[in-house]
């Protein structure tokens, strides 16, 4: 079985900055994208940013410039640095791993975190 944390939210004034870790855990051989997503209050779940083995990385174009996302492949951990934070990043952030091989089977998997509450004061 494999479990995906996160840390790192919390409250925080715009302008200001907060990190978000999120670790995997378990029987892991390979991760193939690691991500983070958000979802606002009556709003639908969209990606922020993700980030492939080999490095390559996809913004959403609210974050561009503001948001950078990184990744320890030994670690099996996703980071996202997110600077200049405004209210509209308000939002329970989601850490995703896509294309997860797991020990002992030919199959890959896709797995979410639990959720971490980041508020934007303004």
């Known amino acids: 079985q494999v479990q995906l944390v996160e840390s790192g939210g919390g409250l925080v004034q715009a302008g200001g900055s907060l990190r978000l870790s999120c670790a995997a855990s378990?029987?892991?051989?390979?991760?193939?994208?690691m991500g983070w997503y958000r979802q606002a209050p009556g709003k639908q779940r969209e990606l922020v940013a993700d980030?492939?083995?080999?490095?390559?990385?996809n913004y959403a174009d609210s974050v561009k410039g503001r948001f950078t996302i990184s990744r320890d492949n030994a670690k099996n951990t996703v980071y996202l640095q997110m600077n200049s934070l405004n209210a509209e990043d308000t939002a329970v952030y989601y850490c995703?791993?896509?294309?997860?091989?797991?020990?002992?089977?030919?199959?890959?998997?896709?797995?979410w975190g639990q959720g971490t509450q980041v508020t934007v004061s303004s």
């Open positions: 995703k791993a896509d294309g997860v091989l797991v020990y002992g089977s030919p199959w890959k998997y896709t797995y």
């Open positions: 378990g029987k892991i051989a390979g991760i193939n994208t």
């Open positions: 980030i492939a083995s080999a490095g390559s990385t």
